[in-house]
Antibody, heavy 118, light 106 residues
Framework: EVQVVETGGGLIQPGGFLRLSCAASGFNVNNNYMTWVRQAPGKGLEWVSV???????YYAGSVMGRFTISRDNSKNILYLQMNSLRAEDTAVYYC????????????WGQGTMVTVSS | SYELTQPPSLSVSPGQTATITCSGDKLGHKYASWYQQKPGQSPVLVIYQDSKRPSGIPERFSGSNSGNTATLTISGTQALDEADYYC?????????FGGGTKLTVL
């Protein structure tokens, strides 16, 4: 079965760091565009970052310079390293895989909650 | 930065047609996708490449995209279609989501 499972969320103080993981099964993370999308409590979807099959990475302006997307092809895991966390980073973070045509995201995880608070 | 605008809410009666719009500059020149999200659940792709349905998505879901507006149409809306709906497109290698539309079926 094709699926992704996010882990690594939790409660972290402002200024702290956290690494989220997205374990993929049924496909290889390096063969698809993989993205992170977050959703603050009661708010809409906000795109965070994407990694292309060729390794290029792109970020939303709100996380540029603080977050890093990467993947471990041998472990088939996608990561999101989050540094200098702020209260406004509090959200459910979803990992998603594209359909294979690099347009829409057809496979989503259940999400992992990140709470930034002192 | 590129923006996609959706109406915050829409109410329809069961059996009626729900039409949700998504506006963006020259959106018709891009592919639009639509996601359904029910409370406490992850988003589900319901339309991709403007008008195509993934397997398992009912035929009552359809989409179109032209000019500056993409449209998601739900024909014969059912109570189980009550959810938040988000449009999405790509712009300069960035993924963009609309603000979401809360569809109420009453």
């Amino acid at each position: 079965e094709v699926q992704v499972v996010e882990t690594g969320g939790g409660l972290i103080q402002p200024g702290g760091f956290l690494r989220l993981s997205c374990a993929a099964s049924g496909f290889n993370v390096n063969n698809n565009y993989m993205t992170w999308v977050r959703q603050a409590p009661g708010k809409g979807l906000e795109w965070v970052s994407v990694i292309y099959t060729d390794g290029r990475t792109y970020y939303a302006g709100s996380v540029m310079g603080r977050f890093t997307i990467s993947r471990d092809n041998s472990k088939n895991i996608l990561y999101l390293q989050m540094n200098s966390l702020r209260a406004e980073d509090t959200a459910v973070y979803y990992c998603a895989r594209d359909r294979g045509s690099s347009d829409a995201f057809g496979i989503w995880g259940q999400g992992t909650m990140v709470t930034v608070s002192s | 930065s590129y923006e996609l605008t959706q109406p915050p809410s829409l109410s329809v009666s069961p059996g009626q047609t729900a039409t949700i719009t998504c506006s963006g500059d020259k959106l018709g020149h891009k592919y639009a996708s639509w996601y359904q999200q029910k409370p406490g659940q992850s988003p589900v792709l319901v339309i991709y490449q403007d008008s195509k349905r993934p397997s398992g998505i009912p035929e009552r879901f359809s989409g179109s995209n032209s000019g500056n507006t993409a449209t998601l149409t739900i024909s014969g809306t059912q109570a189980l279609d009550e959810a938040d709906y988000y449009c999405q497109a790509w712009d300069s290698s960035h993924v963009v989501f609309g603000g979401g539309t809360k569809l109420t079926v009453l």
